[in-house]
């Protein structure tokens, strides 16, 4: 079973031995509204924790969805790129973004479980 971890960009990563599935939290498409488009990386790019891995636009804005832990994507949500407002009705699960190899997994240490990300949101 995948340990879901979170960044304070509201971002999660589901970790499953040394991939990871990436996608945006409840809060932040709540906070975003309605989302019309995402920009995905491509297959093969190498991403470093805390960089830009994505764009999210909504009718009221856009935002950068930042990387949670470095490593290289392997598949993109092509569903998701299709519907982007599967990323308002199922974020955590058939909305994800993409997924990758991990490829430092230290910087998974970082990152908040569900409890501590569930008092982080709420402040």
Request: glycine share 8%; aromatic share 8%.
């Amino acid at each position: 079973m995948a340990q879901i971890l979170y960044t304070p960009e509201h971002v999660w990563l589901a970790v499953d031995g040394e991939h990871g599935t990436v996608g945006i939290t409840l809060h932040a498409q709540d906070t975003l509204g309605d989302i019309v488009f995402v920009d995905l990386p491509a297959i093969g790019t190498q991403l470093a924790a805390g960089s830009v891995s994505g764009v999210v636009e909504s009718v009221k804005a856009a935002a950068d969805v930042y990387m949670p832990a470095s490593g290289q994507v392997v598949e993109v949500n092509e569903a998701l790129r299709a519907d982007p407002a599967m990323a308002n009705t199922d974020p955590l699960a058939s909305g994800w973004f993409f997924k990758v190899k991990l490829t430092e997994p230290a910087e998974l240490a970082s990152l908040m479980d569900e409890a501590a990300y569930k008092e982080f949101s709420a402040s």
